[in-house]
């Protein structure tokens, strides 16, 4: 079967540092998202890797290693309104995104 | 600014009452999807649709219907609302998933059952 794994909570201080973990088994593998969604809203994107590495975009960067089918997202210098679930997606060999529940992050001042 | 609309933002409906959630793109994209959000869950797709091709997933309800009668345009139809169909509804949009699927969402309707 086709698994997304997500811790389901975390917790960071305003102005720290937080890894969110994802591992993925797909059928395939054509590409990993990232997206935020604040509550009650729809998700919006955040970025995208298909190679191995870090694509840095601002405060938020994200790691990709197919081998080990492990991502994670690191947000930097975190300010109250990155309190939001992130969600982990794959595309898998029938183009499909297969998303992870999502990982609620909680910022404390 | 191209986009993607959904209406209703909320929809309440009786058990059993046939309801229908709309959703249009000015994005141009070929592929329109249709999730379903419970609360602390994944999106889990229902159907999706490749220009008029429509796809139906395996373990979607009968229940759950969709039409789509242009590009523009796309119609999630819940023919018997029960308790357990109280979800955010999400319609979403890609260009091309097989060159690259990032999915653009619309704001959601978010269905309560009385």
């Known amino acids: 079967g086709q698994n997304i794994d997500q811790p389901t909570e975390m917790t960071a201080t305003e102005g720290a540092i937080v890894q969110i973990n994802c591992t993925y088994q797909?059928?395939?593998?054509?590409?990993l998202f990232w997206y935020q969604q604040h509550a009650g809203e729809a998700p919006t994107f955040l970025s995208y890797?298909?190679l191995d590495g870090l694509e840095e975009k601002g405060r938020f960067s994200s790691f990709l290693s197919r081998s080990k089918g492990y991502s994670y997202l690191l947000l930097k210098e975190l300010q109250m309104k990155d309190s939001a679930s992130y969600l982990c997606?794959?595309?898998?060999?029938?183009?499909?995104?297969?998303w992870g529940a999502g990982t609620k992050l909680i910022i404390k001042p | 600014d191209a986009m993607v609309i959904q209406n209703p933002r909320y929809q309440v409906t009786q058990f059993g009452k046939p309801v229908t959630l709309s959703c249009s793109q000015t994005?141009?994209?070929?592929?329109m999807y249709w999730y379903q959000q419970k609360s602390s869950q994944a999106p889990k797709l229902l159907f999706h649709?490749?220009?008029?091709?429509?796809?139906n997933e395996a373990d979607t309800p009968d229940n759950f219907q969709s039409r789509r009668p242009n590009t523009s345009f796309c119609f999630l139809d819940i023919r018997s609302p029960g308790l357990g169909d109280a979800a955010m509804y999400l319609c979403?949009?890609?260009?091309?998933?097989?060159?690259?699927?990032?999915?653009?969402f619309g704001p959601g309707t978010r269905l309560t059952v009385l």
């Open positions: 979403a949009t890609s260009r091309d998933p097989e060159l690259y699927n990032e999915q653009f």
């Open positions: 994005l141009n994209h070929n592929v």
């Open positions: 649709y490749y220009d008029k091709d429509f796809n």
């Open positions: 797909t059928s395939g593998f054509n590409g």
């Open positions: 890797n298909v």
């Open positions: 997606a794959v595309g898998d060999s029938n183009y499909q995104l297969i």
